[in-house]
C-alpha cells in the first residue's frame, strides 16, 4: 500500500494550493479518503473527508470550511485538496489518509507534504 502525497510549498497569505495523493494496494473507491495536518508543536488534527467521488458526501473541518475543497478521482486513486485564501494559520504538514467504511480507523497514511503560509 502506497499513499504519496504532493502538492505543497511555500505561498504567500491569500494564495492557493492544490494538494493531490496518488494511491496504490488497495480499493480505493470502497476507502474513506481523508487530510489531516499537523503544525509544529501541536496534534494532528482533521482537515476534510470523502466518502466518495460525488462532492456531496464530504466534511471539513470549520476552520477550513469555504476554503478548503476535496475532491477525488476514482479512475486515478487519488484523492485532492484544494487550498484557496490561505492564512499562516494553515501552515502544517498535510498528511492524506484512507479507512474502510466499515472501520473508524483511519488504515493507511502518507508521508505528508508541508504547507507553509507566510504572512
Known amino acids: 500500500v502506497q499513499l504519496q502525497a504532493s502538492g505543497g510549498g511555500l505561498v504567500q497569505t491569500g494564495g492557493s494550493l492544490r494538494l493531490s495523493c496518488e494511491t496504490s494496494?488497495?480499493?480505493?473507491?470502497?476507502?474513506?479518503m481523508a487530510w489531516f495536518r499537523q503544525a509544529a508543536g501541536k496534534e494532528r488534527e482533521f482537515v476534510a473527508s470523502?466518502?466518495?467521488?460525488?462532492?456531496?458526501?464530504?466534511t471539513y473541518a470549520d476552520s477550513v470550511k469555504g476554503r478548503f475543497t476535496i475532491s477525488r478521482d476514482n479512475a486515478k486513486n487519488t484523492v485532492f485538496l484544494q487550498m484557496n485564501s490561505l492564512k499562516p494559520e494553515d501552515t502544517a504538514v498535510y498528511y492524506c489518509?484512507?479507512?474502510?467504511?466499515?472501520?473508524?480507523?483511519?488504515?493507511?497514511w502518507g508521508q505528508g507534504t508541508q504547507v507553509t503560509v507566510s504572512s
Open positions: 494496494g488497495f480499493t480505493f473507491s470502497s476507502y474513506i
Open positions: 470523502s466518502i466518495n467521488q460525488s462532492g456531496g458526501s464530504t
Open positions: 489518509a484512507a479507512r474502510p467504511r466499515t472501520s473508524l480507523r483511519f488504515r493507511y
